[in-house]
Every structure is written in C-alpha cells, then in structure tokens.
C-alpha cells in the first residue's frame, strides 16, 4: 500500500507545479490523512520506509527523498539531488545539482549544498554555508559558513577531490578520512617520496602552515 498521494491541490514556484501530499496511512509520526508538503511528482518521494516532507518543503525535478529522511520547513530539494538515510533538512536550506546528503547529516538554516557535493556520517552544515563542487563532508564535521573548509583537485594518481577542515582536522578524499597526522602517514606510505606525495604535503603545509 503507498503512504501518500499527490492531492488536488498545487502552487506555481519559479514556473514549476507543485501538489500537496497527504499521508494514506500511519507511519513513524505521521498520521493517515496528515498534509505534508509539496512534490512535483510521486518520484520526488519514496513510497518505502518513512521519509516525509512536511510543512512548507518542497521537492521537484528529478530530486528524490528516501529512507527515513525528512524535509521540513522552507527547504527546496531540486534538480537531481539526494536525500536519504536519517538525514534531515530543514529551515530555507536548499539541495540542488547532484548532490547528495545522507546518513545522519542534518542541514539547517540558509545552508546551500550544490554541484557534486556529499554531507552524510553525523556531519552539520548551517547558517549559510555553501558547500559545493566535489566536496565531501562527513563524520561529525560541522561547517557554519563557507571558509570553514577548503576542496581542491583534481590531485593525487586517482585525479580525486580533497576537502579539509582545518579547524576540526579534518582530511576527506575520496572513501578515506581521517586527521592531518593520519593523511600525513598515509601518503607517505603509499606514494614514498613521489610526484603525488609532494603535491599532498605541498597542499597540507599550504592549508595548515607546516607539516607538523
């Protein structure tokens, strides 16, 4: 049996039909018959499991929200974003591109999370920040504004992005994450004393002011 269905009733925003959802059963704290907020199609949310978007949220394109993920407040997913997992999104934050947010992140506020971009693990992003391109912010990270992190690349023999968080030693590159004494170590012993690895201490002694 589904869980919810597109009603009669739609809004226009920035050209693009939106339908009210109401819930057609109980599920998680969702009542039968409980309005949600505003779909472009039955796609956008995931029939499964207890993902909801509720209040004034909205969700269009070929943006999808899945797993126990809920949307609440003013927030916006678009284009052909991801929500999934526990994630949570709320206030006027916005989703958009092909981002992906999941696990147990929770973005809130004005925050912006765009391009290629990843927020999951316990990770936060607030205020308005604006995380976007190919970075990657996890674990329990917390990023209030934009210069909180840095990403670059592509670096490294697997052309990758790399995204730091200097002031909560934080590297990111690809499935590996750790601090900066552990991305030291671990360059070093994979790349030795090469092209790569001068490239990586180069970029940490830049974002961090030594090696140490």
Same mark, same amino acid.
């Given at each position: ?9 739609? #809004? ?6 939106? *339908? ?160 900066? #004494?552990? *991305? ?20 940490? #002694?830049?974002? *961090?002011?030594?090696?140490?």
């Amino acid at each position: 049996m589904k869980k919810f269905k597109l009603t009669k009733e739609f #809004k226009i925003e920035n050209g693009i039909k939106l *339908f009210k959802i109401q819930a057609l059963k109980d599920f998680s704290n969702v009542k039968k018959g409980d309005f949600g907020g505003w779909i472009e199609k039955e796609e956008n949310l995931s029939q499964d499991r207890d993902a909801w978007i509720s209040e004034n949220a909205q969700v269009s394109g070929d943006a999808q929200v899945s797993g126990y993920a809920q949307i609440s407040g003013d927030a916006w997913i678009s284009e052909n974003a991801q929500v999934s997992g526990d994630a949570q999104v709320s206030g006027y934050a916005q989703i958009s591109g092909d981002a992906r947010v999941y696990g147990y992140a929770q973005i809130s506020g004005d925050a912006r999370v765009y391009g290629y971009a990843q927020v999951f693990g316990y990770a936060r992003v607030s205020g308005y920040a604006r995380v976007f391109g190919y970075a990657r912010v996890s674990g329990n990270i917390k990023i209030s504004k934009t210069e909180d992190y840095f990403c670059c690349g592509p670096i490294g023999s697997r052309n990758s992005f790399i995204t730091i968080v200097k002031d909560q030693d934080s590297i990111s590159t690809g499935c590996w994450n750790g601090t900066k #004494k552990e *991305f030291i170590e671990r360059v070093k012993e994979v790349h030795k004393n090469n092209e790569h690895a001068k490239n990586y201490l180069n970029l940490i #002694k830049f974002v *961090f002011g030594n090696l140490k």
